[in-house]
């Protein structure tokens, strides 16, 4: 065998881990919030692939989760995926990935965010000999608190810290700079919450490597967010916390449906609708003009949580 084809990315394998951790995130929230399921809608895509998108709604900790696992195909990359990278314009493509985002009923709790995926260019050149196949992988991790609690904060960083350590000491603060950069609202200059880490067109170490990089994020999400989770689902809390909660939440949705480039990529890739919003929370409002209290704990959020710092250490 060649060295151009024993690095060839393996997609089944991609495919195998991408499902399976779908699966096990949903069983842990299942368990965690205790009567709410996870609802299956499988679907398929027109021009080529599809995907299975599981959403919990009105359970007895989650107002809404969805976590969506999709493996779609195309001719053509949209405008979103070739800005940044002409080179890539008319090729063939082919992605998957699993996405999820949380919206817990308690302010208290945080919402949360995670996405790991694979992506390659002219896909069947994956099985030809070539040097250089056009391949990555990306995702991450991060939280978005509406009440900040340093030990949540600390919690999740370190937990993506640890995840990533057997990739070299640079890995983490990279990521986490690169989360505090791209999970910000520039129209509204804050941060759209405390960061975590992202990536994206990672394939530097060769195919095993990133893929075990992957993996490791992927399987960081539960044992970073569930602890957070089963602390703060019970406390105790008034209408002003939920609409302060609502208030904020339309941050989220900014900056999924202004920034996020995931969302333009799905829309213009003429990609399922349902699945692509589903990150939408169910409830969110506007207030014109609104400042928070000062010395009050919704203050406290923007004085000390949204502003990025390096909570791991």
């Known amino acids: 065998m060649s060295i151009a084809r024993a690095a060839q990315p393996d997609l089944a394998a991609v495919r195998?881990?991408?499902?399976?951790?779908?699966?096990?995130?949903?069983?842990?929230?299942?368990?965690?919030?205790?009567?709410?399921?996870?609802?299956?809608?499988?679907?398929?895509?027109?021009?080529?692939?599809?995907?299975?998108?599981?959403?919990?709604?009105d359970g007895a900790v989650f107002e809404k989760a969805g976590i969506a696992f999709s493996h779609v195909k195309g001719t053509k990359l949209p405008p979103s995926a070739t800005s940044h990278r002409p080179e890539?314009?008319?090729?063939?493509?082919?992605?998957?990935?699993?996405?999820?985002?949380?919206?817990?009923?308690?302010?208290?709790?945080?919402?949360?965010?995670?996405?790991?995926?694979?992506?390659?260019?002219?896909?069947a050149e994956l099985s030809a000999e070539i040097e250089n196949p056009i391949w990555?992988?990306?995702?991450?991790?991060?939280?978005?608190?509406?009440?900040?609690?340093?030990?949540?904060?600390?919690?999740?960083?370190?937990?993506?810290?640890?995840?990533?350590?057997?990739?070299?000491?640079?890995?983490?603060?990279?990521?986490?700079?690169?989360?505090?950069?791209?999970?910000?609202?520039?129209?509204?200059?804050?941060?759209?919450?405390?960061?975590?880490?992202?990536?994206?067109?990672?394939?530097e170490p060769g195919?095993?490597?990133?893929?075990a990089l992957?993996?490791?994020?992927?399987?960081?999400?539960?044992?970073?967010?569930?602890?957070?989770?089963?602390?703060?689902?019970?406390?105790?809390?008034?209408?002003?916390?939920?609409?302060?909660?609502?208030l904020r939440r339309g941050r989220y949705v900014e900056f999924n449906l202004v920034w996020d480039r995931g969302t333009l990529f799905g829309l213009q890739s003429g990609g399922r609708t349902e699945s692509i919003l589903m990150s939408l929370p169910p409830l969110v409002r506007w207030d014109y003009g609104f400042q928070p209290e000062p010395g009050s704990p919704e203050a406290r959020l923007y004085d000390v949580f949204l502003k990025p710092k390096d909570w791991a250490l």
């Open 16 to 57: 195998t881990y991408l499902v399976g951790l779908q699966d096990a995130v949903c069983a842990a929230l299942e368990t965690e919030d205790g009567t709410g399921k996870f609802q299956t809608d499988e679907w398929q895509r027109p021009e080529g692939g599809g995907g299975r998108t599981r959403v919990m709604t």
């Open 88 to 123: 890539l314009a008319g090729r063939a493509w082919e992605a998957m990935g699993v996405s999820l985002v949380i919206h817990p009923k308690n302010p208290y709790t945080p919402t949360s965010h995670a996405n790991v995926r694979f992506f390659c260019a002219n896909p």
């Open 136 to 203: 990555w992988f990306g995702g991450g991790f991060d939280l978005t608190p509406y009440y900040g609690f340093e030990e949540d904060a600390v919690h999740w960083h370190r937990t993506a810290q640890a995840a990533l350590a057997p990739f070299g000491a640079g890995i983490f603060p990279k990521f986490k700079k690169w989360c505090d950069d791209y999970f910000y609202l520039k129209h509204r200059g804050e941060p759209r919450g405390i960061g975590g880490i992202f990536f994206d067109d990672f394939n």
């Open 207 to 211: 195919f095993e490597q990133s893929f």
């Open 214 to 246: 992957l993996r490791a994020v992927g399987d960081a999400y539960v044992p970073a967010y569930r602890p957070i989770v089963a602390r703060r689902k019970a406390t105790p809390y008034g209408d002003r916390e939920r609409q302060f909660q609502l």
